[in-house]
């Protein structure tokens, strides 16, 4: 399994950010994928996940409005829209397989929400 998140960076409050993720070495297409964050000094936190063919998704309820996931399984890409960004959205977002936060995660990409 390899995962490789990018799409992080400096957004003032209000701003968006699309983040990605790149899977390879496991049948992307047929496995439910996550998003979730990890802020400094606390625990890791489930953002949203997403089943096979985007036909059930869920969100944490700090997302729900704000944030998308959605991916094309013909380019084995995850993504995460988020848009009305808030300060305590700072974190490194990190992918993940499978539903919830127990699969294997990527690197992570930092995003700092900062005026």
């Known amino acids: 399994v390899q995962l490789v998140e990018s799409g992080g960076g400096l957004v003032q409050p209000g701003g968006s950010l699309r983040l990605s993720c790149a899977a390879s070495?496991?049948?992307?297409?047929?496995?439910?994928m996550s998003w979730v964050r990890q802020a400094p000094g606390k625990r890791l936190e489930w953002v949203a996940s997403?089943?096979?063919?985007?036909?059930?998704?869920h969100y944490a309820t700090f997302a729900k409005g704000r944030f998308t996931i959605s991916r094309d399984e013909d380019k084995d890409i995850l993504y995460l829209q988020m848009n009305n960004l808030k300060p305590e959205d700072t974190a490194v977002y990190y992918c993940?397989?499978?539903w919830g936060i127990g699969g294997s995660r990527g690197q992570g990409t930092q995003v700092t929400v900062s005026s």
């Open positions: 997403t089943s096979v063919r985007d036909t059930n998704t």
């Open positions: 993940a397989e499978g």
């Open positions: 070495g496991f049948a992307f297409r047929l496995t439910a």
